[in-house]
Nanobody
Framework: VQLQASGGGLAQAGGSLGLSCVAS???????MAWFRQGSGSEREFVAA????????WYGDSVKGRFTMSRDNAKNTVFLQINSLRPEDTAVYYC???????????????????WGQGTQVTVSS
């Protein structure tokens, strides 16, 4: 599976950005996720969901401001980021992995496929 993330850029605090991740194929057993990694930081879980639908899981630091969605017809997942903060500055990655559940979906080592990342920079 190849993943291509896009949509990052420079934005002001308080603004919004939308990210997209297109998958080369959609595997029903896969969980799709967003992670982010700031400079000098570990990779942080942002959100995840299954292609087959159901719950969307969010990291504690992004709840209420980030919204993940998907368009199965386009093999694409999205991440809408509202009320941007400087601490949201990071490279955002999409990832895909099989057989994940809520308790494991936040673990980057569980994912087999990664996109190249897209930079989000938030100015204050």
């Amino acid at each position: 599976v190849q993943l291509q993330a896009s949509g990052g850029g420079l934005a002001q605090a308080g603004g919004s950005l939308g990210l997209s991740c297109v998958a080369s194929e959609r595997t029903s057993g896969h969980v799709m996720a967003w992670f982010r990694q700031g400079s000098g930081s570990e990779r942080e879980f942002v959100a995840a969901t299954r292609w087959t639908g159901g719950s969307i899981w969010y990291g504690d630091s992004v709840k209420g401001r980030f919204t993940m969605s998907r368009d199965n017809a386009k093999n694409t997942v999205f991440l809408q980021i509202n009320s941007l903060r400087p601490e949201d500055t990071a490279v955002y990655y999409c990832a895909a992995g099989p057989g994940l559940i809520r308790s494991t979906a936040n673990q980057p080592e569980k994912y087999l496929y990664w996109g190249q990342g897209t930079q989000v920079t938030v100015s204050s």
